[in-house]
């Protein structure tokens, strides 16, 4: 079994419900388990800032599915949830970005894995920390730290999948 952390964000209409539904339809795959959950933190946008606030957690899933299988069922969920992509990092009703596939490094042209900006997004490293605290990078073997949290609120502190489901 691998195990994976999986970034998730929105922030257009209903941001919440958006956010309760891609873990669930994670958790409804066959091939994926949904079994630690963030809280959820609300945040500002990075990049194009012209947009609402985003909603954001992280999920660690233990999965059947390579990682390329993994970014496809990623972006099925998006796609099901009404994403469109225009503008680079704009406004949308959900993101699920691969964060950690196992200790494994990915360079290929559609899946880069540890995720590249990861270390420099608050809004990624302070929930993903929240569960898995003693995380490392996997290529420098570095533990993640958070250099600066400001901008990054609790919204909802988790209770568990099942609560959250």
């Not at 993903?128 to 990078?137: G, K, Q």
């Amino acid at each position: 079994m691998n195990i994976a952390y999986i970034s998730i964000g929105s922030n257009i209409g209903d941001r919440l419900h958006h956010l309760v539904e891609a873990v669930r339809a994670l958790q409804s795959h066959e091939r994926i388990e949904v079994t630690k959950l963030s809280s959820i933190y609300e945040t500002a946008p990075v990049g194009y800032t012209d947009q609402a606030d985003f909603l954001n957690l992280v999920v660690c899933v233990a999965t059947s599915l390579d990682p390329y299988e993994l970014l496809a069922a990623c972006q099925e969920i998006e796609i099901g949830l009404g994403r469109i992509r225009d503008i680079r990092w704009g406004p949308r009703t959900a993101d699920l970005d691969i964060l950690l596939y196992n200790n494994d490094n990915i360079e290929a042209e559609k899946l880069i894995v540890p995720h590249p900006r990861m270390g420099e997004r608050a809004f990624v490293l302070v929930p993903l920390l929240e569960i898995a605290p003693a995380i490392r990078h996997p290529v420098t073997g570095v533990p993640f730290n958070v250099a600066d949290d400001d901008g990054v609120i609790l919204w909802k502190k988790a209770d568990g999948v099942g609560r959250l489901l």
